[in-house]
Structure formats: C-alpha cells, structure tokens
C-alpha cells in the first residue's frame, strides 16, 4: 500500500523467502545464508574478510561507507567527478555513483557527469566523509 516504506524482514528459512517478499518485504534477510556465504568468503577470501572485520568490526579503522545525494542546487552538478571531487584530497574513494533511476555504476570515471538527484556511494575516514557530505551549495 505505500511504495515508500522499507520493509525489511528476517526469514526462518529458504522458502519464506518468496514469500516475505510477496507480503510486501522490499528486503529479507536469511541468517542462515548470510552465514553459508561467510563460512565460504573464509575459505575463498580470508584477506578480504580480515579488512571488513578490521575496518567495520570491534577493531574499527574509523572507515565507513556513506551515501552522499546530490541535490539540485549542489555546486557539483554538471561537473564530472574529476572537476568537482578531487578524491585523494578528500580523503575519500567513490565506489560508485547511484543515479535517481536507480541505475549504479560501479567504481565510474573522473568524467562520469554528476547530476542532480544522484548518490555518491564513498569510503572513507568519518571526517572526511563529513566533508564530502557537505558539498558546496550553489
């Protein structure tokens, strides 16, 4: 009934999976795959998983990933990423670049256009992350 409330639901099992997501789920969760995926990511990805533990478990790196939208009146409209964002300066990596229909391109080109209505997806110190939330308004 309304299309802008998230739901998200948590599935005992495989088969309730189809079944939240008819009711209604926009998202559902399965413990139990979730975990079958990180048992295989140990065996396959040891290196990976040490730096998500480390950067976003216990140990914290102070290193978050954000979205950043960009509104109309954002300075950075029009420009490219490389015009607008000088990425080491900010201390930030842009891992992709949402567009308002919902298309994301992954890891896109300093000449990637920004528009309005966009997300930034970026990783970084929360600092730096701060910065780059706040661009300049136009």
């Known amino acids: 009934?309304?299309?802008?409330?998230?739901?998200?639901?948590?599935?005992?099992?495989?088969?309730?999976?189809?079944?939240?997501?008819?009711?209604?789920?926009?998202?559902?969760?399965?413990?139990?795959?979730?975990?079958?995926?990180?048992?295989?990511?140990?065996?396959?990805?040891?290196?990976?998983?040490?730096?998500?533990?480390?950067?976003?478990?216990?140990?914290?790196?102070?290193?978050?990933?954000?979205?950043?939208?960009?509104s109309e009146n954002s300075s950075v409209v029009g420009k490219t990423l490389g015009d607008s964002l000088n990425r080491r300066q900010e201390g930030v990596v842009i891992l992709a670049l949402k567009r308002s229909d919902g298309v994301m391109a992954f890891n896109p080109p300093s000449d990637t256009v920004i528009q309005a209505g966009d997300c930034l997806i970026a990783i970084g110190e929360s600092d730096k992350l701060k910065n780059l939330e706040n661009l300049p308004q136009s």
């Open 1 to 70: 009934m309304r299309s802008d409330l998230k739901i998200i639901a948590r599935a005992s099992g495989e088969e309730a999976i189809s079944k939240l997501l008819r009711a209604g789920a926009t998202q559902v969760i399965s413990p139990y795959h979730f975990v079958g995926h990180r048992i295989a990511h140990l065996f396959l990805r040891p290196n990976v998983l040490d730096f998500i533990d480390t950067a976003f478990g216990s140990a914290r790196l102070d290193v978050e990933i954000e979205k950043v939208p960009v």
